[in-house]
């Protein structure tokens, strides 16, 4: 008679042991529409990547994430403002509002291109017009791309600064004890000196004397 064996289940990725700012505070991080595991799930990982452990890396850690976050939402921004007006572009389409949710969706069928063609464009064409028609709105989501990956780099330098900051201080002990052997060993010289030259003006003074 066989026995049947359960299987196991793999382990849960372990929560940092610290909690993060949002946490503690309570606050909300995901916008309206984002789920929120979503969110927590890759802000462990980065935590994890980043192996932070003191409060002080656990925050520099979220805020990284929370930058990675709005680049995202800023490249989704605009990917949703092209579809939009390509969209609106092809309104004179047989099926408008289907044209424009398969555009959303990039789900582009023969129907949907077939639409696409009838109100005179090509894709290419329709997908140049859409943003040369949203170029100023586009240019300002850039813009606070750029904002929050100068941002990112901020925290970057700021989270290794504080994970080195132990091997740092090590090391700048070490480096005041190096510095202080060697004051040691330039002292010492100078008193071999001082009593090398002391010795010889003794000398050069006992034949006067005589």
Same mark, same amino acid.
């Given at each position: 008679?066989? !026995?049947? =064996? !359960? ?35 890759? $802000? ?15 925050? $520099? ?19 949703? !403002? ?39 464009? =090509? ?88």
């Amino acid at each position: 008679m066989s !026995t049947r =064996t !359960t299987p196991k289940r793999p382990p849960a990725a372990s929560s940092p042991e610290i909690p993060s700012i949002s946490e503690v505070l309570g606050l909300q991080p995901t916008l309206p529409g984002e789920c929120a595991d979503h969110y927590q799930q890759s $802000l462990d990982a980065i935590i994890g990547e980043l192996g932070a452990k003191t409060a002080l890396q656990v925050y $520099l850690a979220e805020k990284i994430h929370d930058c990675l976050c709005w680049i995202r939402r800023y490249e989704e921004q605009k990917r949703a !403002t092209i579809a939009v007006e390509m969209g609106y572009l092809t309104s004179n389409s047989p099926l408008p509002h289907f044209v424009r949710d398969a555009l959303m969706q990039n789900k582009l069928t023969k129907g949907v291109i077939a639409s696409i063609e009838s109100c005179g464009y =090509t894709l290419e064409a329709l997908q140049q017009e859409a943003i040369e028609n949203k170029a100023e709105f586009l240019a300002k989501l850039d813009s606070r791309i750029a904002l929050y990956t100068k941002m990112l780099a901020s925290f970057q330098m700021s989270y290794e600064v504080a994970a080195n900051r132990k091997a740092r201080a090590q090391q700048l002990t070490l480096q005041n004890e190096l510095m202080r052997r060697r004051l040691d060993a330039i002292e010492v010289v100078a008193k071999d000196v001082s009593m090398v030259l002391s010795q010889e003006v003794l000398e050069d003074e006992q034949p006067q004397a005589n």
